[in-house]
């Protein structure tokens, strides 16, 4: 309400609806913030989730595609959602291009959990989930998303998973 125009803003409240798991409410700002900054990354990864929940994988890897111009943190979302439309070839060559990043300490694994995620390799992204701990903070705050972001709940009832969501929680500052 205090700034109506702000790229920022609009992509906060989108996120705030998503893990609410108030979909289309998130959609219409994410519209509104593409609509204002049509090249703002975090709006596109934002709608490509979206489109994973609605099963719309070409758009959602057309989306994550899209916000790799200015964000190549959304290699795990690309790769994740190649996998999901059975496009195994470019996803092996995401999950490349992520390794040689998080070598270098450009990326975090948790974009290689997403990939081994989209490939149905549940034990191979948990595997790499739980070694999230010894990453930099800087890399890791996807992760903190765990226990809310929609995209994890078909594997939310694993004791593994759940493990890890509980130790990647940011904790409760009492505000």
Same mark, same amino acid.
């Given at each position: 309400?205090?700034?109506?125009?702000?790229?920022?803003?609009?992509?906060?409240?989108?996120?705030? =609806?998503?893990?609410?798991?108030?979909?289309?409410?998130?959609?219409? =700002?994410?519209? %509104?913030?593409?609509?204002?900054?049509?090249?703002?990354?975090?709006?596109?990864?934002?709608?490509?989730?979206?489109?994973? +929940?609605? %099963?719309?994988?070409?758009?959602?890897?057309?989306?994550?595609?899209?916000?790799?111009?200015?964000?190549? *943190? @959304? *290699?795990? =979302? #690309?790769?994740?959602?190649?996998?999901?439309? *059975?496009?195994?070839?470019?996803?092996?060559?995401?999950?490349? %291009?992520?390794?040689?990043? &998080?070598?270098?300490? #450009?990326?975090?694994? #948790?974009?290689? @959990?997403? &990939?081994?995620? $989209?490939? $149905?390799?549940?034990? %191979?992204?948990?595997?790499?989930?739980?070694?999230?701990?010894?990453?930099?903070?800087?890399?890791?705050?996807?992760?903190?998303? +765990?226990?809310?972001?929609?995209?994890?709940?078909?594997?939310?009832?694993?004791?593994?998973?759940?493990?890890?969501?509980?130790?990647?929680? &940011?904790?409760?500052? $009492?505000?």
């Amino acid at each position: 309400r205090l700034d109506p125009v702000s790229p920022l803003m609009l992509l906060n409240a989108a996120l705030h =609806y998503y893990f609410g798991k108030q979909f289309d409410v998130s959609l219409e =700002y994410c519209e %509104k913030c593409l609509a204002l900054s049509p090249y703002f990354s975090g709006a596109s990864i934002t709608k490509g989730l979206w489109q994973i +929940l609605y %099963k719309e994988y070409n758009e959602a890897a057309r989306e994550f595609k899209y916000a790799l111009k200015d964000n190549q *943190n @959304a *290699n795990g =979302y #690309f790769g994740y959602a190649l996998g999901i439309t *059975n496009q195994k070839t470019e996803e092996r060559t995401i999950l490349s %291009k992520i390794q040689k990043r &998080v070598n270098e300490g #450009f990326e975090s694994k #948790f974009s290689l @959990a997403l &990939v081994h995620f $989209g490939l $149905g390799e549940v034990p %191979k992204c948990l595997e790499i989930l739980e070694k999230l701990k010894e990453e930099k903070p800087a890399l890791i705050t996807s992760s903190a998303w +765990l226990s809310v972001d929609p995209i994890w709940d078909p594997i939310r009832d694993n004791i593994r998973f759940q493990k890890i969501s509980e130790q990647m929680a &940011v904790p409760d500052m $009492g505000l």
